[in-house]
C-alpha cells in the first residue's frame, strides 16, 4: 500500500511539475523575436536558398521554352529566352522574401510557435561558435534540399502517366465547380 501511495503522490507531483511548467512558460516578445531572426540570419538563409535555386530556375526556364515551343532542343534565341525566364523567376522569388510582409509572416510564426524562454535558448545557442557554424550549413543544406524536391517534383511531372494521374485528379476536384457554374450561368 505504501508503494501505491508513493507512485500516486510522484503522479501527481509530475503533473502538477508539468502543467505548472506549461502555465510559467512566458508569450514570445517581438524584440526576442527580432533578436533571433537577426542571430539565426534567416533573411541570408532565405537568400542563400535563391542562390543554390539558381540551378533549378534555369531548368525550369528550359522547360517552360521547351514545352511552349514544342521544340525538342533549344536554339540560341531559345536559350537567350531561357536565361531571362530564368532571371525573371529568381527575381520574383527575391522580391516575395524580401517584401516586409514575409517578414511579418515569419516573426508572426515565431510569436505564435515559441515561449520567450525557448527563444531564448535559441539566442544563446545560435550565439556559439557551433551554433553559427549550423546556422552557415543549414543554408547550404536547406538550398540543397529544395533544389532536390523540386528536381524530383520536376522528373516526376516530366512522367507522362504520373503527370496524367494528376491532371486526372485534378480535373475530378475541378469538373464539378464546371458544371456548376455552367448550371448556374444557365438560369435566368
Known amino acids: 500500500m505504501a508503494v501505491q501511495q508513493l507512485i500516486k503522490r510522484l503522479s501527481i507531483s509530475l503533473c502538477l511539475t508539468c502543467i505548472s511548467t506549461g502555465l510559467l512558460a512566458s508569450p514570445a516578445k517581438l524584440s526576442t523575436v527580432k533578436e533571433l531572426m537577426q542571430v539565426s540570419q534567416i533573411e541570408y538563409l532565405l537568400r ?9 530556375y534555369n531548368k525550369q526556364a528550359e522547360q517552360i521554352i521547351l514545352n511552349t515551343t514544342g521544340s525538342q532542343t533549344l536554339n540560341s534565341k531559345e536559350k537567350q529566352a531561357a536565361t531571362q525566364l530564368s532571371q525573371l523567376l529568381k527575381e520574383s522569388s527575391t522580391q ?3 517584401n ?3 517578414q511579418q509572416v515569419i516573426q508572426d510564426i515565431y510569436l505564435k510557435t515559441y515561449s520567450e524562454e525557448e527563444l531564448q535558448a535559441s539566442i544563446k545557442f545560435l550565439k556559439t561558435p557551433e551554433g553559427q557554424s549550423i546556422t552557415r550549413k543549414n543554408a547550404k543544406m536547406m538550398g540543397e534540399l529544395s533544389t532536390y524536391m523540386m528536381q524530383l517534383g520536376q522528373e516526376m511531372f516530366n512522367d507522362d502517366k504520373t503527370r496524367e494521374n494528376f491532371q486526372e485528379k485534378m480535373m475530378a476536384i ?4 464546371i458544371v456548376e457554374k455552367n448550371k448556374n450561368q444557365e438560369k435566368p
Request: hydrophobic share 35%; no cysteine.
Open 96 to 98: 516575395i522574401i524580401t
Open 100 to 102: 516586409p510582409k514575409t
Open 48 to 56: 542563400q536558398s535563391l542562390t543554390e535555386l539558381e540551378p533549378y
Open 174 to 177: 475541378i469538373a464539378p465547380l
